[in-house]
């Protein structure tokens, strides 16, 4: 994961993809990561100066164009992490995240930090068999994962098919899968045999190597019918 380094004081603003923990700095550094609509863009505000920082606030749209969407919370010892939804009919392209220190009041005392990361539509996963009980053993696959950045991928099946996918979890990240040099991805998952009957949610991260998600989700549908017989 990339940051950039506030031209205005010794705040640090990092953003990411569902990223657990906020990276080093690096100045003047567009952000390569992938985003889909309706993903969760993780915020890391650290260094803030203390005791003048209140809050941290952080704000997405598309770059040139107008705010989307805006995050706000307390900024602890200098430091806040604000999850900003990305919509689910989000314009495709080049996205701006834009984010601050702010006092008491709600005036800047650091900031802004501006940094650009990119909207697309991933295809969708492959999944099969796409059908049968709880406990099937289905082969996953996709592409997509930004090269250069994605050092592995990690899938998990749950919830609902329209169910909004959440966040990256270092604690519970899923199965691994086989990542390949051009992005694309290959393994098996699963599925657990408390699965609600019906269509379950398969989703996919992109992994940097420090740990933080820098491409996804990328999603797909498995459709439990415990009328079939097992694939295993």
Request: proline share 9%.
């Amino acid at each position: 994961m990339r940051g950039l380094k506030s031209a205005l004081g010794a705040g640090v603003v990092a953003f990411g993809v569902l990223a657990a923990t906020p990276a080093a700095a690096v100045d003047n550094v567009v952000l390569p990561f992938t985003v889909a609509p309706g993903a969760f863009v993780e915020v890391n505000v650290t260094s803030c100066p203390v005791p003048a920082t209140a809050t941290a606030a952080a704000e997405v749209g598309p770059t040139g164009g107008a705010v989307v969407e805006q995050a706000s919370g307390p900024a602890a010892g200098g430091a806040a992490t604000l999850l900003v939804r990305i919509p689910t009919d989000a314009a495709l392209g080049s996205w701006t995240a834009t984010a601050s220190c702010l006092g008491a009041g709600g005036d800047v005392v650091d900031g802004p930090v501006t940094a650009e990361f990119t909207v697309a539509n991933f295809p969708l996963l492959t999944i099969e068999p796409r059908t049968g009980p709880a406990g099937t053993t289905v082969t996953v696959s996709g592409t997509g994962c930004p090269t250069g950045v994605s050092d592995s991928v990690f899938v998990r099946i749950a919830g609902a098919s329209d169910d909004p996918v959440p966040a990256f979890d270092r604690n519970t990240p899923g199965e691994p899968l086989q990542l390949s040099a051009g992005g694309s991805f290959t393994g098996t998952l699963t599925v657990p045999d408390d699965s609600p009957e019906g269509e379950n949610q398969v989703w996919a991260y992109c992994i940097s190597e420090g740990g933080s998600a820098v491409g996804g989700p990328i999603v797909g549908v498995f459709v439990v019918d415990s009328g079939l017989p097992p694939t295993l």
